[in-house]
């Protein structure tokens, strides 16, 4: 784990223990949550807890205190953005919508993930601390003018995902990533070399290593994608089954 964030969460971590409160990180990014699930042990006498609003977002906060009490409350907050008129609203993106919460001076740590529905409607996680703020003052995003609101709903954890299934020689990570993405494996080598791939959200250099159940794999430019599983063939190549996110 990379030491400026170990400091971080165990300084939470060790206030939590010692007043007997509940601590609270930001958003970790995909990565950060990886690095913290693999090193969770430093932390366990805090009793760590993951959640990111709803099962299944990728950008999480960790909570340190005691889950006996049973009380999964998280400073979090889940605001609706929805054109104020739907008639003249742009199709608006991922990146529109957090360009546009940025540019009011927010940092990226206090934004968890955002999902887009039917109809241009989008919703934001946030730290509850800069709800307010992003109601009063997300009020466009490039030229639509947009309502952005507090939701109560109950928000599915991301968009649904689109299964396909590639051949590929082996499940070397190469191999796979150029199944998928219909490109030579010296393509997705340089592609390592340039940082180009994140490997559940880390960058790697690694390309020789097997693809695992449940990693998930993004090519800047190209898209992203959840390994699934793999049957051998009769050939000896492997038939793997993938997510893709709509």
């Known amino acids: 784990m990379e030491k400026q964030l170990e400091n971080r969460l165990r300084e939470l971590a060790e206030r939590s223990f010692q007043t007997g409160r509940y601590t609270y990180s930001d958003f970790l990014s995909e990565g950060e949550c990886t690095l913290f699930l693999m090193e969770a042990g430093k932390f366990s006498f805090a009793s760590p807890y993951l959640f990111g609003g709803a099962d299944g977002c990728v950008r999480k906060v960790v909570r340190f205190g005691d889950i006996s009490e049973n009380n999964l409350r998280f400073p979090i907050s889940t605001l609706k953005i929805s054109p104020k008129n739907q008639k003249f609203a742009e199709k608006l993106s991922h990146r529109d919508i957090l360009g546009a919460t940025l540019s009011l001076g927010i940092e990226r740590a206090l934004i968890g993930d955002i999902i887009i529905k039917d109809n241009n409607t989008s919703f934001i996680f946030c730290l509850e601390r800069i709800a307010d703020f992003l109601t009063q003052n997300l009020t466009r995003i ?10 109560s709903e109950n928000i599915p954890p991301s968009n649904t995902r689109i299964t396909e299934r590639y051949f590929a020689s082996s499940l ?59 049957e051998r063939t009769a050939r000896g190549s492997e038939h793997i089954t993938v997510e893709h996110p709509t």
């Open 142 to 151: 490039r030229h639509t003018e947009v309502i952005c609101a507090r939701s």
């Open 172 to 230: 070397r990570r190469d191999c796979v990533i150029a199944a998928v993405f219909r490109l030579s494996r010296n393509d997705v080598k340089e592609a390592f070399e340039h940082d180009l791939i994140t490997i559940n959200g880390m960058s790697c250099k690694n390309i020789s290593a097997e693809i695992r159940s449940g990693d998930s794999i993004a090519l800047r430019g190209k898209g992203k994608f959840y390994f699934v599983s793999s």
